[in-house]
């Protein structure tokens, strides 16, 4: 196995942990977040693991080649642009995604950067709003936490 990272977000709503694992060619981000409201949450990676002023200090998401947002699959998104997790009606979310842009080595590498849950779902860059091609429309930040090497 690679190399492997753990995120454990905190916040008002939505709790747990998330780790990444650094495949061959792609990253698995996988883990479980309690608390949430039942529905979709946008699922992004902040650029900065900055969490001086709670998780508004993390930043917009992780962007290195300034394109707007997008859907996890679209050519034109975000390296941080993860989409939507779902929580069912007991607040729970599953998460277990696949990507290609995330890496956990080289220039590129979210590593010290920050996992942000918010309140509303990401519209994917679609929703027409005047925040959907930099944000998603995706709302306020309900948690957030520092991608770190695990153990």
Same mark, same amino acid.
């Given at each position: 196995?690679?190399?492997?990272?753990?995120?454990?977000?905190?916040?008002?709503?939505?709790?747990?942990?998330?780790?990444?694992?650094?495949?061959?060619?792609?990253?698995?981000?996988? &883990?479980k #977040?309690? =608390?949430?409201? %039942? @529905?979709?949450? !946008?699922?992004?990676?902040?650029?900065f693991? $900055?969490?001086t002023?709670?998780?508004?200090?993390?930043?917009?998401?992780?962007?290195?080649?300034?394109?707007?947002?997008g859907?996890?699959?679209?050519?034109e998104?975000?390296? &941080?642009? #993860?989409? =939507?997790?779902e %929580? @069912?009606?007991? !607040?729970?979310?599953?998460?277990?995604?696949? $990507?290609?842009?995330?890496?956990?080595?080289?220039?590129n590498?979210?590593?010290?950067?920050?996992?942000?849950?918010?309140?509303d779902?990401d519209?994917?860059?679609?929703g027409g709003?005047?925040?959907?091609?930099?944000?998603?429309h995706?709302?306020?930040?309900?948690?957030?936490?520092v991608?770190?090497?695990?153990?």
């Amino acid at each position: 196995m690679g190399v492997e990272a753990v995120c454990v977000l905190n916040g008002a709503q939505g709790a747990g942990t998330i780790t990444f694992t650094q495949l061959e060619g792609e990253c698995l981000i996988e &883990g479980k #977040l309690e =608390n949430l409201a %039942a @529905g979709k949450h !946008g699922f992004h990676i902040h650029e900065f693991g $900055d969490h001086t002023s709670g998780c508004a200090s993390t930043g917009g998401h992780f962007n290195p080649e300034k394109k707007n947002h997008g859907a996890p699959d679209a050519a034109e998104r975000h390296f &941080g642009d #993860l989409g =939507n997790i779902e %929580a @069912g009606t007991d !607040g729970v979310a599953n998460v277990k995604i696949t $990507d290609k842009l995330v890496s956990l080595t080289g220039c590129n590498s979210v590593i010290g950067r920050a996992v942000v849950v918010h309140a509303d779902p990401d519209d994917l860059g679609l929703g027409g709003f005047q925040d959907s091609l930099t944000t998603g429309h995706a709302g306020a930040r309900l948690a957030c936490g520092v991608i770190g090497i695990k153990k």
